[in-house]
């Protein structure tokens, strides 16, 4: 695959790159905020896509035995988790299946836990639902993210949390969580009856030596009491396709789960979510490794770029991820002023730091899934409006 190639995405309805009017953002501004990536998916998928496309007749379909198989072939080859069919159950989305779990799974006023700053539709829908937000913060040290165990039991029991919605890998700020980690949070939850929903659709995209664990596959007990929300969207850049599996080993759970989705009439999957899902799943292998890479070196460009020409505007260093949470505190301006700063004088469409809960003032996230030379042009604009206004 050649990462470096420029795909010109303009006036294809992307709300990265055609958003700008309705989010109010200056025509001008350089997108790398929301999450899909400037890269063309695996060549397969675009075939069995072209495939699909020249059949003509697009009725209600069903998964097929083979989708199963190259769901469970991914994750038992990329994730070393044995997986089956029954389990998998296709949804429109992993925004909508967390909906669809606190739908299931609680009742308007019960506490579910989360940890912020963490991908905001998490708060939205725990709000919209009007269940109790808790949030054990994630704490920050040196550049570095951890958890407040001590907090995380101690908010759970003073609440009687019922949920607990994990990031893992964790958006925006980038920790893919250790065994320990991991274990120390399942174990916590089971021992006060807490279900938990877990997460992973950024579990293939993870940096060398760290390595992600799907918190399921961890234990045998696990799998009774996590839900794992997966999908190809983020790996292939599918996800204008809206398709995820939601993953449930235990059948009382899976049952409650699904009836949401058959009372909004939601069965099987979208055909071309499948196909695409198939397709990259069976023949993406080599694509994710190369684009793990590029993706890699794209961070340490980005990394070496702040480094050499303005120090005070620090990477936290991510172990996965193709978004990157970076600290702006330095700079001392106020948050209102940053976003200004970056939308009017850098010309740079970001994700604002605060939008992942307060916990993330004066950090801005930024997307480096684009070839090298829209990343240098970014930092070269984001340098050139440094400069000008005095700021490094
Ligand atoms: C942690 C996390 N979950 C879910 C999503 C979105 O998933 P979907 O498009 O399948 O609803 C994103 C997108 O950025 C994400 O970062």
Redesign the pocket.
């Known amino acids: 695959m050649n990462f470096n190639k420029i795909n010109n995405r303009k006036n294809t309805n992307s709300i990265k790159w055609d958003g700008h009017e309705k989010m109010n953002v200056p025509q001008d501004c350089l997108p790398m905020w929301?999450?899909d990536m400037d890269f063309q998916t695996v060549p397969q998928v675009i075939e069995a896509l072209t495939s699909l496309a020249q059949r003509g007749i697009y009725g209600y379909e069903f998964e097929s035995n083979e989708y199963f198989q190259s769901v469970i072939g991914w994750m038992q080859r990329r994730h070393q988790w044995n997986i089956k069919k029954e389990w998998i159950s296709t949804t429109p989305?992993?925004?909508?299946a967390i909906h669809a779990c606190l739908m299931a799974f609680t009742q308007p006023g019960d506490a579910v836990m989360i940890q912020k700053p963490v991908?905001h539709?998490f708060s939205n829908s725990i709000n919209r639902l009007n269940r109790k937000l808790i949030n054990n913060a994630l704490v920050e040290k040196d550049g570095h993210y951890g958890i407040d165990f001590e907090n995380f039991e101690n908010l759970i029991m003073q609440n009687h949390v019922k949920m607990f919605i994990l990031?893992s890998p964790h958006?925006p700020v980038g920790r893919v969580w250790t065994e320990e980690e991991l274990t120390r949070m399942a174990d916590l939850c089971i021992r006060h009856q807490v279900l938990i929903v877990s997460?992973e659709?950024?579990m293939d995209f993870v940096f060398k030596p760290h390595r992600h664990h799907v918190l399921a596959g961890l234990k045998d007990h696990y799998q009774e009491h996590v839900i794992t929300l997966t999908?190809s969207?983020?790996t292939f850049n599918l996800?204008g396709l809206k398709l995820?599996n939601t993953i449930i080993s235990n059948p009382a759970l899976k049952r409650k789960y699904d009836a949401v989705y058959d009372d909004l009439s939601v069965h099987a999957g979208h055909t071309f979510g499948l196909v695409a899902t198939q397709a990259a799943y069976d023949h993406g292998d080599r694509y994710v490794d190369e684009m793990v890479e590029y993706l890699h070196d794209n961070l340490q460009m980005t990394d070496a770029f702040f480094k050499e020409h303005c120090p005070k505007i620090k990477i936290i260093q991510p172990q996965g991820l193709y978004l990157i949470w970076v600290d702006f505190r330095g700079l001392g301006l106020k948050q209102r002023d940053l976003k200004e700063f970056l939308l009017k004088k850098a010309k740079l469409w970001l994700n604002d730091g605060v939008v992942f809960g307060k916990e993330g003032e004066g950090f801005q996230r930024i997307n480096i899934a684009a070839p090298k030379t829209t990343i240098e042009k970014a930092l070269n604009q984001l340098l050139s409006a440094l400069k000008e206004e005095n700021l490094c």
């Not at 989305?93 to 909508?96: C, T």
């Open positions: 929301v999450a989305g992993v925004v909508s991908y539709p990031c958006n997460d659709i950024h999908a969207s983020k996800a995820s």
